[in-house]
């Protein structure tokens, strides 16, 4: 039975991971606020400025999920050390990444061969570790692109609700295109991958487009929101994309779904 070590398992991403993952391998996780995971021995604690040398010479794993948060610093350095660990023992690393790794570009979706290039921190600091993978030696790795995710209590729909019970104005974006994703179809996908030993460069996400302003008022009222205050944001005069889409047949028709799927599931339980 493989054995699979999540790094940030205890985050709203990992755990709908572990709950994917965890009847058909030998799974392990890490925690670090979360305390209430102290007693699973499945769970180990784990602080991101501290070495991960230890905990992977103790778990001795086949395959590493990074779905780990953190100061973007502290996250480099672990992962520099956590590449360098698997490429010397071939271990599979999976490292989850983001759509932003292209949000510069604005004039059409992107796909996984495409040249990366963003304005955002956050999306530069996904790049950063995308390339070092990318170099690798090891060719046995896969980066996992997603768009937005939403679900029940995911950190954009409790963000959300916190505005709007602090009547703060929700901001949308009215020329903005973009594409989504659930963590509970993420987390199926990264099921097929490990099974079929996939790798590469992989992109998740629903397989159609809405605009930025009715995937806002759609969720808000899916979850029976009425009368908001919205702040639109133009950040151009055009249509302008953050999307991802695929030119490979990566997954089953099962695994394929529409916005609309995402966010019918809202309310229900993950």
């Known amino acids: 039975m493989k054995k699979i070590l999540i790094f940030g398992g205890s985050g709203f991403l990992g755990k709908a991971i572990y709950k994917e993952l965890n009847p058909f391998f030998n799974l392990h996780c890490t925690y670090y606020k ?17 070495k991960s040398i230890r905990l992977l010479n103790k778990i001795q794993p086949n395959i ?17 050390e956590l590449i360098n660990y698997c490429d010397l023992k071939k271990i599979k690393l999976m490292f989850i990444s983001s759509s932003n790794v292209f949000d510069y570009f604005t004039n059409f979706p992107s796909y996984e061969d495409d040249k990366t290039f963003s304005n955002s ?3 530069k600091f996904k790049i950063n570790i995308e390339n070092k ?7 046995n790795w896969a980066i996992l692109r997603s768009p937005m995710i939403f679900d029940n209590n995911s950190p954009r729909i409790v963000e959300l609700k916190k ?16 594409n989504i994703n659930s963590a509970k179809f993420f987390a199926k996908q990264i099921h097929y991958i490990i099974s079929r030993n996939l790798t590469g460069i992989i992109h998740h ?15 808000l009222k899916k979850l029976n ?8 944001v133009y950040t151009t005069n055009d249509n302008r994309y953050l999307a991802l889409f695929s030119k490979k047949k990566t997954f089953p028709k099962h695994l394929q779904f529409g916005y609309d799927v995402v966010l019918n599931d809202l309310g229900k339980t993950l």
């Open 34 to 50: 979360n305390i209430i995971f102290k007693k699973n021995k499945r769970f180990h604690y784990f602080d991101i400025r501290h």
């Open 133 to 139: 993978i990318l170099r690798l030696k090891n060719k």
């Open 225 to 232: 929101f009425e009368k908001i205050n919205y702040k639109y």
């Open 163 to 178: 505005n709007i019970f602090n009547q703060h104005p929700i901001e949308i974006f009215p020329n903005l295109i973009v």
């Open 121 to 123: 921190i956050y999306g």
């Open 205 to 219: 996400g629903s397989k159609d487009l809405l605009l930025h302003t009715d995937l806002i008022s759609s969720i």
């Open 64 to 80: 590493v999920i990074s779905s780990i948060s953190g100061d973007f610093y502290n996250q480099i350095s672990f992962h520099n």
